[in-house]
């Protein structure tokens, strides 16, 4: 590789015979979700019931939300519904990447949340410790690895940002040490605050703790309405109501039940691949023989990791959002994103010239202008709703429970004090503008990876403005 020349460079390509012999037997399901542990999905609702929490949801906020109001007060009647099956979207298809970080890392937590940080940092690590620790206490097992995050630079110019990431640096050559490939430069291991799990075991072990403590869930029961009647919120579904005293909504980046926040996020397209499982030889090629998970330090950057029967999941660059902002199970699959990603895999590790994807697959994540989630309250605080994860949330996610359930509660809580609680993000412009708006920016962030990661004057503009994008 030459020193001028981007690693992931879009006017090179590696053999197109080898990306097609890789993927042409790729299944295009979640891998996760083909696990023979899959549980059958609980009833639909039918008919008119009443609770006193009704979440929104079954996904990891929905669940987690659930689980803790259980926990606080086992009298209380939770009933949870979800319009298909727990863990079926971004919860039972995402990489598994467990990050302590509440504010999509620290630089972004410095521009949108600079009063909240040292607090956002304690109640993270309080986050992450009550993450392992529920786990453990309700006997999930979401195959929980908590071998740290390797970061990884594939150009020059990120070499000066990653020595001052927290963490352990390693030069070229001892990086070679923990995993080898012609385009690291250089590496940051963050030693803790990190872990892998199993997506869809992870949604499963947390449906299964809440029905041992006794929610009430309901899947196939997709709700189209949420009406304001004064005391309660009524809850249209397909087959019957449900009249709530309160309600947390964790539907994330599919359209809002509530009109105020549907701009507020914007759903985003992500694709992954799935490797064979590596030989011990394979292994022996690339020398990754730890345990953590990989990312890359550019702006449109990937993500891999390994899996229990040695795969590696390899994920990232395209983000994709679709005209209209539609939500298609087509979308799913993107055979020029599964090119691309395969091309750079190979050029990751060429010594793994001749592996096979059994997989690839895609799936919306909730995209915010600030990068990391907020809550609220709405109909006369009998609502509380979370959003905007943007592919970090799986740890976040149990904490924006915690927080819906401090703001129903009316609690002062530094929780409920942080901006991300009380303040939303600028809201993302409407159609027919959202589509070519995404594209310039998309184009924006390209040029900044290939110009040594200095942002244009799109990019510096829509900063000053308050909008932030990443891939």
Same mark, same amino acid.
């Given at each position: 590789m030459r020193?001028?020349?981007?690693? =992931?460079d879009?006017?090179i390509r590696?053999d &197109?015979?080898? !990306?097609r012999? %890789? #993927?042409?037997?790729?299944a295009h399901?979640?891998? *996760?979700?083909?696990?023979?542990g899959?549980?059958t999905p609980?009833p639909?609702?039918?008919?008119n019931? &009443?609770?006193?929490?009704?979440?929104i949801?079954g996904?990891?906020?929905?669940?987690w939300?659930? #689980?803790q109001?259980k926990e606080?007060?086992?009298?209380r009647? $939770?009933?949870l519904?979800?319009?298909s099956?727990?863990?079926w979207?971004?919860?039972g298809?995402?990489g598994?990447f467990?990050d302590d970080s509440l504010?999509?890392?620290?630089q @972004?937590?410095?521009?949108?949340?600079?009063?909240?940080?040292?607090v956002?940092?304690?109640?993270?690590?309080? @986050?992450?410790?009550g993450f392992?620790?529920?786990l453990?206490r309700?006997?999930?097992?979401?195959? *929980?690895?908590e071998?740290?995050?390797?970061?990884v630079a594939?150009e020059r110019?990120q070499l000066a940002?990653?020595?001052?990431?927290?963490?352990?640096?390693f030069d070229?050559e &001892?990086?070679?040490?923990?995993v080898r490939?012609?385009l690291y430069?250089?590496?940051?291991?963050?030693?803790s605050?990190a872990?892998l799990?199993?997506? %869809?075991?992870l949604? *499963?072990?947390?449906?299964?703790?809440?029905l041992?403590?006794?929610?009430?869930?309901?899947?196939?029961?997709?709700v /189209?309405k949420?009406t304001?009647?004064?005391? /309660?919120v009524?809850? /249209?579904?397909g087959?019957?109501?449900?009249r709530?005293?309160?309600?947390?909504l %964790?539907?994330?980046?599919?359209?809002?039940l509530l009109?105020? @926040?549907r701009f507020?996020?914007i759903?985003?397209y992500?694709?992954? #691949?799935m490797?064979e499982?590596?030989?011990p030889?394979?292994?022996d090629a690339?020398?990754w023989h730890?345990?953590f998970?990989? +990312?890359?330090?550019?702006r449109?950057?990937?993500?891999?990791r390994k899996?229990a029967?040695?795969?590696?999941? *390899?994920?990232?660059?395209?983000a994709?959002?679709?005209?209209?902002?539609?939500?298609?199970p087509e979308?799913?699959?993107?055979?020029?994103?599964?090119?691309?990603l395969?091309?750079?895999?190979?050029?990751t590790?060429p010594?793994?010239g001749?592996i096979?994807?059994?997989?690839a697959w895609g799936?919306? !994540?909730?995209?915010?202008?600030q990068?990391?989630?907020?809550?609220?309250l709405a109909?006369?605080?009998?609502?509380? =709703?979370? +959003?905007?994860f943007? +592919?970090l949330?799986?740890?976040a996610t149990?904490f924006?429970?915690? $927080?819906m359930?401090e703001?129903? %509660?009316g609690?002062?809580t530094p929780r409920?004090r942080l901006?991300m609680?009380?303040?939303?993000?600028?809201p993302?412009?409407?159609e027919?503008i959202?589509?070519?708006?995404?594209? $310039?920016i998309?184009?924006a !962030?390209?040029r900044?990876d290939r110009n040594?990661?200095?942002?244009g004057l799109i990019l510096k503009?829509?900063?000053l403005?308050?909008f932030?994008?990443?891939?």
């Amino acid at each position: 590789m030459r020193a001028d020349t981007p690693a =992931y460079d879009l006017d090179i390509r590696t053999d &197109e015979k080898r !990306i097609r012999a %890789a #993927l042409a037997d790729a299944a295009h399901t979640p891998f *996760w979700l083909e696990d023979p542990g899959r549980p059958t999905p609980q009833p639909s609702l039918i008919g008119n019931v &009443e609770t006193d929490l009704l979440i929104i949801g079954g996904g990891y906020c929905g669940l987690w939300t659930a #689980l803790q109001a259980k926990e606080a007060d086992p009298g209380r009647d $939770v009933i949870l519904v979800e319009g298909s099956e727990i863990g079926w979207a971004a919860s039972g298809r995402n990489g598994g990447f467990v990050d302590d970080s509440l504010t999509h890392g620290r630089q @972004n937590g410095q521009r949108y949340f600079a009063e909240d940080l040292d607090v956002l940092d304690t109640l993270a690590q309080e @986050n992450f410790a009550g993450f392992r620790e529920s786990l453990t206490r309700h006997d999930i097992d979401a195959e *929980w690895e908590e071998e740290g995050s390797l970061e990884v630079a594939t150009e020059r110019h990120q070499l000066a940002e990653l020595r001052e990431m927290p963490g352990r640096f390693f030069d070229r050559e &001892e990086l070679a040490g923990l995993v080898r490939s012609p385009l690291y430069r250089a590496g940051v291991l963050k030693e803790s605050g990190a872990a892998l799990v199993h997506p %869809a075991k992870l949604a *499963w072990g947390l449906k299964a703790a809440c029905l041992r403590l006794g929610v009430r869930v309901f899947e196939h029961t997709p709700v /189209t309405k949420l009406t304001d009647r004064g005391r /309660t919120v009524r809850a /249209t579904t397909g087959m019957g109501t449900v009249r709530a005293r309160q309600v947390v909504l %964790a539907t994330n980046g599919f359209p809002s039940l509530l009109r105020r @926040n549907r701009f507020l996020t914007i759903p985003i397209y992500d694709y992954v #691949l799935m490797t064979e499982p590596l030989t011990p030889a394979q292994l022996d090629a690339i020398g990754w023989h730890g345990r953590f998970g990989i +990312g890359d330090a550019s702006r449109q950057f990937h993500y891999y990791r390994k899996t229990a029967d040695n795969r590696i999941l *390899w994920g990232g660059y395209d983000a994709i959002y679709h005209r209209g902002g539609d939500i298609r199970p087509e979308f799913d699959k993107r055979p020029e994103t599964f090119a691309r990603l395969a091309d750079h895999f190979l050029r990751t590790f060429p010594q793994l010239g001749d592996i096979k994807f059994t997989h690839a697959w895609g799936g919306m !994540i909730d995209m915010s202008t600030q990068l990391a989630a907020f809550q609220g309250l709405a109909m006369g605080d009998k609502v509380a =709703y979370a +959003g905007g994860f943007t +592919g970090l949330g799986v740890a976040a996610t149990r904490f924006a429970g915690t $927080v819906m359930l401090e703001l129903l %509660a009316g609690a002062d809580t530094p929780r409920t004090r942080l901006r991300m609680a009380t303040k939303r993000p600028l809201p993302i412009p409407p159609e027919p503008i959202a589509y070519p708006a995404v594209q $310039v920016i998309r184009r924006a !962030i390209a040029r900044a990876d290939r110009n040594g990661g200095r942002d244009g004057l799109i990019l510096k503009t829509a900063n000053l403005l308050g909008f932030s994008f990443d891939s």
